[in-house]
Structures are given as C-alpha cells and as structure tokens.
C-alpha cells in the first residue's frame, strides 16, 4: 500500500508570491491533516478535511487555506507568503476524522517551503 | 493555556543503554497522548496513542507511560539502536464541544553513539 505522497518536496518563492502544496492520502483514507513544522515553534496543527469539509483549524490567519477533494487529495495553499511561512509543511491522512483525534495517523515526507 | 513540555531537549547516549524522555502537560480536558518519532528529513511515525484509561504501552522497544493524576508522561527506550537517533514529540488531544484542540512538546532530540 503505497504511502502519505506529498508535491513538490522543496519549493522556493519570494515574499508576497502564494504557493500551493498538494498531499495525496493512503488509499481509503478519508481525513487529511495538515501541520507546519519550523525549529523555533515546532511542529503546529493547521486544519484537518474529511469528506471534503474543514473540520477542525488552528490558530493560523487567513493566508493559510486548504481543501479536498472528493478523491482525498488535499491541497493548501498560502497567499502573500511572509518570511516566517519558510517551514516544512506536513500532511497526514487517517481512516477517519474524530472529535477527539484518536484514529491513527500517517505522515507524508513533507514539504520544504523557503520564502526569501 | 495549554502547554506541552518536554525534558530533556537533547540527549545523547551510548548504544546498547536505555533512556527516558519525559513530556509534562497542561492540558484540558484531556482526551488522549501520543508519542512519534521523527528521523531527520522525514515525517513523523507514531509510537503509541494513549487514552486516559491506559497507564502503559508498549510497541517493541517503545514503552510509554501516562500518569493522568500528575500530567506526566514518559517515553522509555530500551538497549537503544543507532536507528533510534531522532527527535521524539509528545502531542497532547484536548476534545470538547465536538472538536478538539492539539498542543505538541517541542521534541526532544536522541542521539544514539557507537
């Protein structure tokens, strides 16, 4: 069963530009989550989509949206990138989504996102 | 608020030996605990999911620890590998109001020596 792929692996854009980043999950997964990583914050949760419809978000602005489709892919996308959006930006798939985030969760090798 | 922290923030040990991670949390209402390891490069794998019920579990070498009356959690790894090296996060579910909410540990980063 082949993994969490995620395109492209590393990208370069410049301050102001937008950016999408694409996450295909494990087949017959239907939840997909997204997650930045930078070394000073960590790893932080963006929104998780199941079935097409956000169903929970984290404390990002508006700059940061995503969506799914009804295959499971997901796509985020960032507008008027900033210096600080420079992070690994990871998604994970699951079977399900639940209230409390207790399904297992498989992660994509991520994204390497440098803004300059 | 809710806080993860995580202790020590690196360590490096000899392999063959074992060692303890700890992650204390301020988390509520609590809903789970989950431990995963992420090797330099990659995405993180999960070790174990623990539940407020679950005082222990174990996967492999891998054994976790919860204690919901002090909010502590540790990670214990036995007669460590090389492959062991990596950066362990402890993440902490709070659940209500039909969603839930994720704070993570900043991880703490194993080196494993010959």
């Known amino acids: 069963k082949a993994g969490v792929t995620q395109t492209p692996r590393y990208l370069i854009k410049t301050r102001g530009q937008q950016v999408t980043l694409s996450c295909s999950p494990i087949?017959?997964?239907?939840?997909v989550s997204w997650y930045q990583q930078t070394p000073g914050q960590g790893l932080q949760f963006l929104f998780e989509?199941?079935?097409?419809?956000?169903?929970n978000k984290g404390n990002f602005p508006g700059r940061f949206s995503g969506r799914q489709f009804s295959n499971s892919r997901s796509e985020m996308n960032v507008s008027t990138l900033e210096l600080g959006d420079s992070a690994l930006y990871l998604c994970?798939?699951?079977?399900?989504?639940?209230?409390?985030?207790?399904?297992?969760?498989?992660f994509g090798p991520g994204t390497r996102l440098t803004v300059t | 608020k809710n806080q993860v922290e995580q202790s020590p923030q690196s360590l490096i040990i000899l392999e063959g030996k074992n060692c303890t991670l700890q992650?204390?949390?301020?988390?509520?209402?609590?809903?789970?605990l989950r431990w995963y390891k992420q090797d330099t490069g990659r995405g993180p794998v999960s070790l174990t999911i623990?539940?407020?019920?679950?005082n222990t579990k174990s996967n492999g070498r891998y054994t976790a620890t919860l204690d919901a009356d002090t909010k502590q959690s540790s990670l214990h790894i036995t007669a460590s590998q090389l492959s062991d090296s990596a950066s362990y996060i402890c993440?902490?579910?709070?659940?209500?109001?039909?969603?839930?909410?994720?704070?993570f540990g900043k991880g703490t980063k194993l080196s494993v020596i010959p």
């Open positions: 087949s017959g997964h239907r939840s």
């Open positions: 994970a798939s699951s079977l399900a989504s639940g209230t409390s985030w207790g399904y297992e969760q498989y």
């Open positions: 623990m539940t407020f019920s679950e």
């Open positions: 993440v902490v579910s709070a659940s209500g109001a039909g969603s839930y909410q994720l704070t």
């Open positions: 989509y199941f079935s097409e419809t956000q169903r």
């Open positions: 992650c204390n949390y301020t988390v509520s209402p609590f809903s789970n």
